[in-house]
């Protein structure tokens, strides 16, 4: 029979104050394109990772932030996801995580994603390709590149 233990020290209990925590300790990648800030925190799912098989996994968090007069639309993401071996992988799809968000001016949208890799490091970036519905102005909003490191791999920097 199981019993209820307290987690171990330093492990919170609350999986939404895991993920603040890991947040706040992660770099913090940043770019403005026009009036749309991208902002992204990556850090390693120590949990999900099988570095023996060569799985090597990455949550990240992205923010996009609407700081302009107009209501935009993501419609698209384009991504460029590079291991360290120099292999690119580009990854198209339609809006993320299932949603094309609209912003209106002074919104923001977030959300959580992954990555996996078969190298211990590598790097991420990208565009997502947004619309200005009233204008019907198609326009790209960089997303900044970000790394990739696992913890226990010698250190790398990108």
Do not use: K
């Not at 029979?1 to 171990?8: G, K, L, N, V």
């Not at 770099?27 to 099988?50: H, M």
């Not at 590079?82 to 923001?108: I, K």
């Amino acid at each position: 029979m199981a019993q209820d233990r307290p987690p171990p020290p330093g492990l919170d209990p609350d999986p939404d104050a895991a993920l603040a925590e890991a947040m706040d300790g992660a770099p913090c990648y940043e770019a403005t394109t026009g009036a749309i800030r991208v902002v992204v925190r990556a850090f390693w799912l120590d949990d999900q990772s099988q570095p023996e098989e060569h799985r090597f996994t990455w949550a990240y968090r992205i923010r996009i932030e609407n700081h302009g007069s107009d209501t935009v639309q993501l419609l698209r993401r384009t991504w460029e996801i590079t291991d360290a071996t120099g292999r690119v992988e580009h990854v198209h799809g339609d809006g993320v995580v299932g949603e094309q968000p609209v912003l209106e001016p002074g919104q923001a949208f977030e959300y959580t994603s992954g990555a996996a890799l078969q190298t211990p490091t590598g790097f991420m970036r990208g565009q997502f390709h947004m619309i200005r519905p009233q204008a019907h102005q198609q326009f790209d909003v960089r997303i900044p590149p970000f790394s990739l490191d696992c913890p226990y791999h010698p250190a790398i920097i990108h």
